[in-house]
């Protein structure tokens, strides 16, 4: 009996312990700032598990690890917050509940926040030697731009954002601290999570690159810049990097500049939704005020009596007192635009899988009246991560946008909206803009079409037509993302692998009506594709030493293949056989058409050496080789070195000082231009004037010029490289400063 109730006691102990042994353990508590102010959207976590959440409204959270991983070991558990230092625990998991606060400190200079620094390398701020400017979600939400590279413009020093025109998805273009290329791009180069994306523009009429052009120097409509393609709301920040000193990093390509988007992302924790809805109104802000005491005519001849077309003198003067009813030509092709911008999100996920998912829709219609003054943009993005195991991590990353545009015809142009609208006669009617009689193309300059009138020139186009009748569309579909995997073979070692895809096709339509004036009378129509794909490959391996608390370190070696292709097809058709549709079947002679494909493939190696001494001094090198196609045969690779240096002097200083914070910098770097491709090929191009309208530019295919047909350039030079740009730093960084009394610290940062 004494040995059964034994037995039956030992057994409740085993089960009681194997419970204890199996209960999972909750981490609970409250993040609050130095001023006792709840935190919410502070994110808590234990990196070495893979574990984390973020906290309510309230600045609590609740971390639950699963029992299988509790077994008394202590971890690290941190919390971290944009804005605030970053803080960290130590805390001994056990079984049941354990409860810890956090009180996290201001910090304006966001030391300590680990920053990308490019091509999978990446370091704290404070160590930096380099200039950069980093740019917020918030900051990009606030600005309300459809366009990421509009939404830049302000946000930071020596960056110049200049918008083609004010119409519905009209491109932007970006400069960093001036043009430093003779024939190549000038627009920096676009990183998104690690892959380097498409942000061409060509014009519609012939689709030659419009790279950094104002709206008077574009021809045809206007057009899209691809980083249009991109939901703002899907970014979390966007880093500038200015200079050969930051950017060398990239080598080739990063002579103008490196713009680096990281898009959100998931987070462990209950799934979150979000919807965001935001409408605004657009009106022309100032109008032209145009007389109208006089009509048009000259020695008492009316246009509608006495004047013919031949008659240019009657026709462009304004010389006969008006009489009857005059119509307001500055106001009349305007309306109030308005914009729909409508986001869904949802986040969330576990201690192994994350996801970050969004559907968007766009609708802009701009200030002029008609169907031609419209922009819209649907976009979807998916953003998850899966942890295989404790050492391995894949990472998806992709979205997908349908970009649609109407345009209007603009610029010193006959079928252009405001030529006609602004020396339209205060008493000629543009409305109706199609004769009641005849269904006809009306304007000032013939305003009673007759039967058989149908292809007659009409001078300048009615500005009622022009937005209305014409049709100039540009229909965009684009794929593009990354597929990663971060492994961490050991403690001090570990691998990053990117591949990345970027493919959009861009259809485009331009359709002049059969009585157009200029060179598209009789009709027109040019149909097209723009064909752009890309392939980036780039794998990391980083080592991390520590010799002691006062010297440690890290390298860096990689290496990138990327490749880029690009299509251009055109036909124009001329003399349309009916009003509509705008199709090339319905036209009656055709040109040549116009097939351009442009292939560049790249080869890089990298390495990046970091050395911090005392916490205090901060040193880093870098090297990159790039070979490229477009390179001359003498010179296939070029080097691109840069180096930089951070101390933060006031490690010296006594503990109560007025300067609380200061860094002193220098940064040497190297970047380049790559050249434009096939300039040592044998090639055909040409000009050609066809009615008017020019179908070559006397450039190369990789310069946008369309022949292939009319003449030949000779053979370039074979020692082509990199137009090489060099740039050194020296600077007083990061400085706050504050006023001690009494051992209270005080003043602003």
């Known amino acids: 009996m004494n040995r059964m109730l034994f037995t039956a006691a030992t057994s409740l102990v085993l089960v009681t312990a194997s419970a204890a042994a199996q209960q999972q353990a909750t981490i609970t508590g409250r993040v609050s700032s130095d001023a006792g102010v709840a935190l919410p959207a502070a994110t808590v976590f234990i990196e ?23 077994t008394g070991q202590r971890v690290r558990l941190s919390a971290r917050l944009i804005g605030f230092r970053a803080d960290t625990a130590q805390v001994v998991l056990s079984p049941g509940n354990i409860t810890h606060n956090f ?16 091509a999978g390398t990446a370091t704290q701020t404070e160590k930096l030697g380099s200039v950069r400017n980093v740019v917020e979600a918030e900051q990009i939400q606030k600005s309300n731009e459809p366009n990421v590279v509009q939404a830049l413009a302000a946000k930071a020093p020596n960056v110049e954002v200049t918008e083609s025109s004010g119409e519905p998805g009209a491109s932007s273009y970006i400069r960093m601290r ?38 008077g120097e574009i021809e045809g409509t206007a057009q899209m810049n691809r980083a249009i393609d991109l939901n703002p709301s899907d970014i979390e920040s966007i880093e500038i990097l200015k200079g050969p000193a930051a950017g060398a990093i990239y080598g080739a390509r990063a002579g103008q500049g490196v713009v680096l988007i990281t898009t959100k992302k998931g987070k462990a924790g209950t799934a979150k939704y979000g919807f965001q809805s935001a409408v605004s109104f657009d009106n022309v802000s100032k109008d032209y005020p145009l007389q109208r005491s006089f009509a048009q005519g000259i020695n008492g001849a009316n246009p509608t009596t006495t004047c013919t077309p031949g008659n240019g003198a009657c026709f462009r003067s304004w010389g006969l007192p008006v009489s009857g009813p005059t119509y307001d030509h500055a106001t009349e092709a305007f309306d109030t635009g308005n914009t729909f911008d409508n986001t869904f999100t949802v986040s969330g996920g576990t201690e192994r899988t994350t996801f970050y998912g969004s559907a968007s829709f766009l609708k802009d219609n701009g200030p002029f009246v008609g169907p031609n003054n419209e922009f819209q943009r649907a976009s979807a993005r998916i953003n998850g991560s899966q942890r295989l195991s404790d050492r391995l991590e894949l990472r998806i990353n992709g979205a997908y946008a349908d970009t649609r545009g109407h345009f ?42 007759q039967a058989g009138d149908e292809a007659a020139d009409r001078g300048f186009s009615n500005p009622l037509f022009e937005l209305n009748v014409p049709e100039n569309t540009s229909t965009v579909g684009r794929v593009f993302g990354n597929l990663g995997l971060d492994y961490s073979a050991l403690s001090w070692l570990r691998f990053n692998y990117t591949l990345g895809a970027d493919y959009s096709n861009d259809e485009r339509l331009e359709g002049a009506p059969l009585d157009g004036t200029g060179p598209t009378a009789g009709g027109r129509v040019t149909e097209g594709t723009i064909v752009n794909f890309s392939l980036d490959h780039n794998l990391t391996g980083t080592a991390e030493w520590r010799a002691n608390d006062n010297l440690a370190g890290s390298v860096t070696l990689g290496q990138n293949l990327n490749v880029r292709n690009n299509r251009q097809f055109s036909v124009v058709g001329r003399g349309l056989v009916a009003p509509q549709p705008y199709r090339l079947a319905n036209t009656i002679n055709r040109d040549l058409p116009i097939d351009v494909q442009t292939n560049i493939h790249n080869e890089s190696y990298f390495g990046q050496a970091t050395v911090d001494i005392a916490n205090q001094l901060y040193l880093t090198g870098a090297i990159r080789n790039d070979g490229s196609s477009t390179f001359g045969e003498d010179n296939q690779r070029a080097w691109f070195p840069k180096a930089s240096a951070a101390w933060t002097f006031t490690s010296y200083l006594p503990q109560q000082r007025w300067v609380t914070y200061g860094k002193l910098r220098a940064a040497y770097g190297e970047a380049g231009v790559e050249p434009l491709a096939y300039l040592t090929s044998n090639l055909y191009t040409g000009t050609v004037l066809l009615a008017g ?57």
């Open 48 to 70: 070495s598990l893979g574990i984390g959440t973020q906290t309510g409204n309230d600045g609590r959270y609740s971390l639950i690890i699963p029992a299988a991983r509790v």
């Open 103 to 118: 009180v996290l400190a201001t910090n304006p200079l966001r030391l300590g926040e680990v920053v990308v620094t490019g």
């Open 178 to 215: 001036g043009a430093r290329t003779i024939l190549g791009s000038t627009q920096p180069l676009f990183v998104v999570d690690g892959v380097p994306i498409d942000n061409s523009s060509y014009s519609t009429t012939n689709f030659n690159p419009t790279d950094g052009l104002t709206a």
């Open 408 to 449: 209007t015809q603009r610029g010193n142009n006959t079928n252009g909206l405001l030529l006609g609208l602004l020396r339209t006669p205060p008493n000629f009617n543009n409305n109706p803009y199609l004769d009641p009689a005849t269904g006809q193309h009306r304007s000032y300059r013939f305003p009673e079409p």
């Open 693 to 749: 309208i020019s179908q070559g530019t006397g450039l190369s295919p990789s310069q946008g010029g369309f022949g292939g047909l009319y003449s030949a350039i000779t053979k370039g030079a074979e020692d082509l490289k990199p137009e090489r740009t060099k740039e050194t730093e020296i600077g007083f960084g990061q400085v706050a400063v504050g006023v001690w009394r009494e051992g209270v610290e005080g003043g602003a940062h």
